[in-house]
């Protein structure tokens, strides 16, 4: 394969018929140019991910079906428009053009008066205070020790395998590890998993940070598509065949960030799936706390019940707790816990006592406060979703089930500009280019239902207008708006 190539999955023609539907607008004179309207939309979307192989120009003729002068048309217009990338001998994929434009975190724009809808973290429970004010009673006993725990502190990390075992998935002490936070957690797993060059199936879209990460080792992300409804594991399947990653990162609780959730039959058929490629499954249970609807005791079993031996499960205290304990953990085998622990000395000796101490105090009797933390994201998701039917009634939305956010279906590829001027009205957000791999999603935005019920609905109002002000002919922007996810 040529370096210069991207790696990813190749899409059949039957396949890329089906997405594209009913691509034809304007009849026949202008049907390269409706083709690649369709393509692009396919590609703004984030359904062709960059680095996604095209099928041959004949195979593409005769599937959709369309003379092939009128396919080169079509990919000639997005090479010019830098969707498309070729090279003889090698065909046709996804490309995406790049750009820049830094809006800094800590200019004036973005200050405490800006509602933050980049980050998806609620304040702290109510019971964190009197946690801190509990521990301080035991402290001085582990003053007078070292201070250095590479697994964690007993105590927690029995308690975290107590809350496994509540969910049906008996589990040892000995098979936690505790970490500073779930990016921690997946930095270190990546150091043990991955090396430079390695490839790394990933959702489409996905969390930033978990992209970002992957990057940072030197990985390449081969992302699959989501659908509509959730997963396809069939296109799963055969990435894991074609790109042979060396692991999976998956979010299989209230996706983040499209809330879905895959019941237990999908797990089962993506345990398989898996098995048969050899390939681990590091799944990123950080929301699966917050069931909106329900009891999170009750929903699927968990993904490393399907398949022990090659489910590494990454959790964190950060959406259901606090941000601020910066407490995660890793659940694996007990043979990855021995090679996590002999690699992590590179990285760091332990995470931080005393919110180690905190978060056991916590998990002592999590539910009284896990359950008025679900009822109040439950409410303030409906004062969200009223907001964006009265103020973005274009906009399309499906109602999250758990988690922190609404994934919204923009009426245009207007995310970026809408991020951008958004600014201007006090509200930060992250375009869903942040949540591509490579890009895309300018139809897309992530709006979290973490702040009280007062600032959304005023949040929600100024976004309507920042909405209206943006629509109109032009094309998707071609940066980036960087500021901190959550």
């Known amino acids: 394969m040529n370096s210069d190539v991207p790696p990813g999955g190749r899409i059949s023609g039957f396949r890329l018929a089906r997405l594209l539907g009913e691509w034809r607008r304007r009849g026949a004179r202008h049907g390269s140019a409706d083709l690649a309207a369709a393509i692009r939309m396919l590609v703004l979307d984030g359904r062709l991910p960059a680095g996604t192989r095209l099928p041959a120009e004949r195979e593409m003729a005769e599937v959709l079906p369309v003379s092939r002068t009128m396919i080169t048309a079509a990919l000639d217009q997005l090479r010019a428009e830098g969707l498309v990338a070729s090279r003889r001998g090698a065909g046709s994929w996804i490309s995406l053009p790049t750009g820049t434009l830094g809006i800094v975190p800590d200019s004036p724009l973005v200050g405490s008066s800006m509602v933050d809808f980049a980050r998806a973290a609620p304040p702290a429970l109510p019971g964190v205070l009197a946690a801190f004010d509990q521990v301080r009673r035991y402290l001085p006993d582990h003053l007078a020790d070292h201070g250095y725990y590479e697994h964690g502190l007993p105590d927690l990390r029995q308690r975290i395998a107590d809350r496994y075992a509540a969910r049906g998935l008996p589990t040892s002490p000995d098979q936690i590890v505790v970490t500073s936070g779930a990016q921690h957690a997946l930095a270190l797993t990546l150091r043990l998993l991955t090396g430079p060059g390695d490839r790394v199936l990933v959702e489409q879209p996905s969390y930033p940070n978990a992209l970002d990460a992957i990057k940072a ?152 406060a896990l359950r008025e933390r679900r ?27 758990g988690g922190l956010s609404v994934w919204c279906e923009l009426d245009a590829p207007l995310s970026t500009r809408i991020a951008v001027a958004a600014q201007n009205h006090g509200i930060r957000l992250a375009p869903g280019s942040r949540f591509g791999a490579h890009g895309g999603f300018e139809r897309w935005l992530r709006l979290p239902f973490v702040q009280p019920p007062d600032v959304l609905r005023d949040a929600v109002r100024r976004l309507g207008l920042v909405a209206a002000s943006v629509a109109g002919p032009g094309v998707a922007a071609e940066t980036d708006v960087t500021v901190p996810v959550a």
């Not at 906009?395 to 089930?401: D, G, L, N, V």
């Open 375 to 401: 009822a109040q994201l439950a409410s303030q998701r409906d004062v969200l979703m009223e907001g964006l039917r009265e103020h973005c009634p274009t906009w399309r939305f499906r109602r999250p089930e």
């Open 217 to 368: 080792v030197s990985a390449i992300p081969v992302p699959v598509a989501m659908t509509d409804t959730g997963w396809d594991l069939p296109g799963i399947a055969a990435a894991l065949r074609q790109a042979a990653p060396r692991m999976a990162y998956v979010v299989v609780d209230f996706h983040n960030p499209t809330a879905h959730r895959l019941d237990a039959e999908g797990r089962a058929e993506l345990a398989d799936i898996a098995r048969r490629a050899r390939t681990p499954l590091v799944v990123d249970e950080t929301v699966f706390e917050l069931d909106l609807d329900g009891d999170p005791l009750d929903g699927p079993p968990p993904m490393a019940a399907f398949a022990e031996d090659l489910v590494v499960t990454l959790g964190s205290a950060s959406k259901s707790h606090w941000g601020g304990l910066r407490i995660g953990w890793i659940r694996a085998s007990a043979e990855v816990v021995h090679r996590l622990i002999s690699t992590r000395t590179a990285l760091d000796l332990g995470s931080a006592v005393v919110e180690q101490l905190v978060l056991a105090e916590l998990l002592a009797d999590p539910e009284p």
